[in-house]
């Protein structure tokens, strides 16, 4: 049982969180990909393994490192990459945590050879990833499964839809209307929303605190379990 006094309240609990961005090959030298540098995962994976937890840290094209000996990194490129690795381990876990900014759409052809300079105008054709977070939740048993949302317009409302959609216990909404907030930032501006559409706005706060406030969340869950 987990235990709110102990130094290690997450100790035999198996946590599975992505990170980083996905990089959606176009031909051999090119790719599509974003901005996310991947801390906001790593800082809750070193977190976690502080609080005693085991972690599996599916991590996308990153230059951070794991701090800490209880985690076990998986390097993936692709979206699809990354689904397979976490339907290999997900049915092992308690926990999993969504932090990776994944592709939406790839494309739909990958070209074997590098694509050369020719005409004015050039467009390639897209089609979507597989959603990670939701077929994670289509499948989950007793996980506690914590996403993400990242929005820009009726941010509450979408993200009770993802937590709809995607059938999560917890999502963890971006405010990027703060300046000190989101990608290649060192700080965060969230707001929790639970299954019961509970809305807890918290403080601007650096992204280590972030994670630390995430895993008070986790740790609660299994002290009332
Ligand atoms: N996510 C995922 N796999 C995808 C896309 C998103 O696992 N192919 C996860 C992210 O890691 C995050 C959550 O889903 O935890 C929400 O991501 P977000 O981009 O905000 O939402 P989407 O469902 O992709 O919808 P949209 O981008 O249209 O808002
Ligand atoms: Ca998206």
């Known amino acids: 049982e987990a235990d709110l006094e102990s130094k290690l309240p997450l100790k035999g609990k198996k946590i599975l969180i992505t990170a980083g961005p996905t990089y959606e090959a176009i031909d051999p030298v090119r790719f599509i990909g974003n901005h996310s540098s991947g801390k906001m995962g790593f800082d809750l994976a070193n977190e976690a393994a502080n609080l005693g937890a085991q ?10 490192k794991a701090k800490n000996g209880l985690v076990e990194v998986i390097n993936v490129v692709s979206a699809q990459d ?6 290999e381990y997900f049915n092992d876990v308690d926990v999993a945590i969504a932090a990776a900014a994944v592709a939406d759409y790839r494309p739909k052809v990958v070209a074997l050879q590098k694509i050369k300079k020719a005409a004015d105008e050039f467009s390639i054709e897209l089609e979507k990833t597989k959603d990670i977070l939701a077929s994670l939740g289509a499948i ?25 959609k995607k059938n999560l216990d917890l999502i963890v909404l971006n405010s990027l209307q703060d300046e000190g907030a989101g990608f290649k930032k060192e700080t965060n501006k969230v707001t929790f929303i639970d299954q019961d559409f509970k ?13 630390v406030d995430i895993l008070n969340k986790v740790v609660l869950y299994f002290a009332k379990s």
């Open 140 to 164: 989950k048993k007793n996980q506690f499964l914590i996403g993400f949302a990242l929005e820009t317009e009726n941010e509450i409302e979408n993200a009770k839809l993802k937590i709809q």
């Open 199 to 211: 809305i807890e706005p918290m403080e601007l706060k650096s992204k280590e605190s972030v994670a």
């Open 55 to 64: 972690v599996i840290l599916v991590a996308g094209p990153t230059h951070y």
């Open 82 to 87: 990354m689904y397979d690795a976490c339907h």
